[in-house]
């Protein structure tokens, strides 16, 4: 709890009535290795901050291929945005690691914007980012050469090149696991 | 003002107080149709709420080539990331017909927050809103086909339909021109 009090506390004050309120509301989980915690189709029923281990978000499209639209690690929200009007969820969310989540359903972050107003600061923060975040992953695919958006992507998030699988990693990229094993071979030469 | 105002109305309460502290952070602006007035490079200062007319943002690509990632009409908000710490824009914001804005820089944004705290929720549910358009949008070119796509934007977004250039309206729904009009021709025998 305290990791993400701490990740709170560094966009807003909290007041020691607010951590108290904070900490009731959510419940810790774990899951072992490859366990969906989210399914595409099925009501979005929570949001998750990670306390431990790695996670990716993804949709299947038309012919079935998988594409990566988000990683979380330790200290990171994930959620699919159902969750806000308890919709069925486009994205599937699974472990890579064996994780341990703090989650949080709908009736509970409600109540909680209602008791700590500076979450709503808090989360509009975090949501700025995350949109910048997508808007520049989009923007990359199509304005960067691969090299470029795989040495971006490594700069930006050291944390997550060395742990996620490098199919995975190539999907969110957009490009083939076959392209990043050489491309990162190539980079290293140099 | 009065729609601005309104806007925020259907989201959070606001006191009279509310409304004059955020009438007198607003400034006015008109542009004529195919004016910029966010260019791509260059600080972003402004976050604008648009009171007539119709604009679009858009980058560029490595190839030259224009992508269309949003629209904005009477009652929307169009602005660039690059705002929120003052860096500068990646996209390129240009009316596409004679408009009127009402817009704020990032101190009287700040202020704004600070004086009228409820803006936080309101730029919370619409950062939401904005964050999961942008996740449709993208997963929609996945996984749905082109004629699929463009119902789906004409009945979400029936204001947009019929005002927007055309060669725009393919570039958002990332098909080319000719194929957007032979998908309406054909939409229309049915």
Redesign the interface.
């Known amino acids: 709890m305290d990791l993400l009090l701490n990740n709170i506390e560094q966009r807003v004050s909290l007041t020691t009535k607010d951590k108290k309120t904070i900490s009731e509301k959510f419940r810790k989980k774990s899951f072992k290795r490859k366990e969906v915690i989210v399914e595409a189709g099925e009501i979005s029923k929570h949001m998750y901050f990670v306390t431990k281990g790695c996670l990716r978000a993804f949709?299947?499209?038309?012919n079935g291929?998988e594409?990566v639209?988000n990683f979380a690690v330790e200290d990171w929200w994930i959620g699919d945005?159902g969750f806000?009007d308890q919709s069925a969820a486009?994205?599937t969310i699974e472990t890579l690691e064996n994780s341990e989540v703090l989650y949080i359903d709908k009736n509970g972050m409600d109540s909680l914007?209602e008791e700590v107003?500076?979450l709503?600061?808090y989360?509009?923060i975090i949501?700025?980012k995350?949109?910048?975040a997508?808007?520049?992953r989009?923007?990359q695919i199509?304005?960067?050469?691969a090299e470029e958006r795989y040495v971006a992507f490594s700069k930006k998030y050291p944390q997550f090149d060395k742990r996620i699988p490098q199919k995975y990693l190539a999907s969110y990229l957009g490009i083939t696991p076959e392209f990043l094993s050489r491309l990162k071979k190539d980079l290293l030469k140099h």
């Open positions: 949709y299947t499209d038309k291929f594409h639209v945005f806000h486009t994205l914007y107003s500076v709503d600061r989360f509009r949501l700025q995350a949109l910048e997508q808007f520049q989009i923007m199509n304005s960067f050469s």
